[in-house]
């Protein structure tokens, strides 16, 4: 089987035929009250590499890549435990989702991470509970004030079952905790920074609208095409 169609079975299950939505459990992860994630695969090294929110809770997410070999996400979690100013790119995220599927958080969520250093959203918040894409735009954030940054372990080529399986686990609970806009939760740092970051390119993005439908617990999704270049 390939790829994409592993994960589209997995998006196949079935559907309340009235609703829509899937009805079955989308993540297994749960998270706690000071943002960090809990369950099956979860590894926690806290890092002093974070600032403050502009936002009570998170309403965005940036996808990335590491740009670094298959194995390295544990020493790259190790690293940006510490800081020295002056002397470490002042670097970090979130979560880094290691090939093999585990997820090394180094933030919590309600604490922001250093993962792109330019560019504002809109604050726009999914209203979940209404099965709605309404979402109100009152003011704009930098971005590491206000959105979850994730980082892909590798190259951005290709994606291991386990690491995308990790990623769907991972937006689910992030969605189901924050109630994330599926606009906001397709952030690229590439378009963000296009001079400087490719990251997470092209096979991360064709991926995405299969991993929304899943942490959306929905068939249809609003255009995503505008937010996801
Ligand atoms: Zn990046």
């Known amino acids: ?41 979860v590894r926690r090294l806290p890092s002093v590499r974070h600032s403050s929110l502009s936002v009570p809770t998170p309403i965005a997410l940036m996808w990335h890549y590491t740009a670094t070999d298959p194995g390295t996400a544990g020493s790259l979690a190790k690293r940006i435990q510490t800081y020295r100013s002056g002397h470490d790119r002042a670097a ?53 004030a206000c959105a979850i940054g994730v980082e892909l372990e590798g190259h951005g080529k290709t994606f291991s079952n386990p690491q995308v ?23 690229a740092h590439s378009h963000f920074d296009p001079s400087r970051r490719r990251d997470p390119g092209p096979v991360w993005r064709d991926l995405l609208p299969l991993l929304l439908r899943g942490a959306y617990n929905v068939k249809r999704l609003p255009d995503l095409s505008e937010f996801s270049g």
């Not at 079935?14 to 994630?37: A, F, I, K, N």
């Not at 250093?114 to 704009?140: K, L, P």
């Open 165 to 187: 399986a990790g990623a769907m686990r991972l937006l689910g609970a992030v969605v189901e905790a924050y109630q994330i806009h599926p606009t906001m939760a397709v952030l």
């Open 1 to 41: 089987m390939g790829f994409f169609d592993w994960v589209r079975r997995l998006w196949s299950e079935p559907m309340d035929p009235v609703t829509g939505h899937r009805t079955d459990q989308v993540t297994d992860l749960e998270v706690d009250g000071e943002g960090w994630l809990v369950g099956r695969g």
């Open 92 to 144: 970090s995220w979130h979560v880094c989702i290691g090939v093999d599927g585990t997820l090394w958080q180094s933030v919590p969520f309600l604490r922001g991470a250093w993962h792109c250093a330019r560019g504002v959203v809109e604050h726009r918040r999914w209203h979940g509970d209404r099965f709605m894409w309404d979402y109100d735009v009152a003011d704009s954030h930098r971005i590491n």
